[in-house]
């Protein structure tokens, strides 16, 4: 099993910047995918970003590019995402998602493909 602990979530002021944690522990060495997801009262999940472990490969939800930032430490066990100019359609419950694929790029941002979640962070934004 593997447990996904996200933290980093807080209230800030529009145009400011957040820096999202995801720890995943236990048997970590079939994890392929690293993602984040996000979701807003009434509104369904959302893919935000996937980095593939052990390459720079990256994608991002076209909301987020060229504002978010997912990276992952050495280990590969961490996964971060920098979170700048924030603005108030970015207020969510954000969720780490963890898989085993050979390709993360299929179907990255379909939620159902995702064998493991962390319990969540939310992000305030107020403008």
């Known amino acids: 099993q593997v447990e996904l602990v996200e933290s980093g979530g807080d209230s800030v002021q529009a145009g400011g910047s957040l820096r999202l944690s995801c720890v995943a522990s236990g048997y970590t060495r079939k994890i392929t995918c690293m993602g984040w997801f996000r979701q807003a009262p009434g509104k369904e999940r959302e893919a935000v970003a996937v980095i593939q472990s052990g390459s720079s490969w990256t994608s991002y939800a076209d909301s987020v590019k060229g504002r978010f930032t997912i990276s992952q430490d050495n280990d590969e066990n961490t996964v971060f995402l920098q979170m700048n100019s924030l603005n108030a359609e970015d207020t969510a419950m954000y969720y780490c998602?963890?898989?085993?694929?050979?390709?993360?790029?299929?179907?990255?941002?379909?939620?159902?493909?995702?064998?493991?979640w962390g319990q969540g962070t939310q992000v305030t934004v107020s403008s």
């Open positions: 998602a963890a898989r085993n694929a050979m390709y993360c790029s299929r179907s990255w941002s379909v939620p159902s493909v995702y064998d493991y």
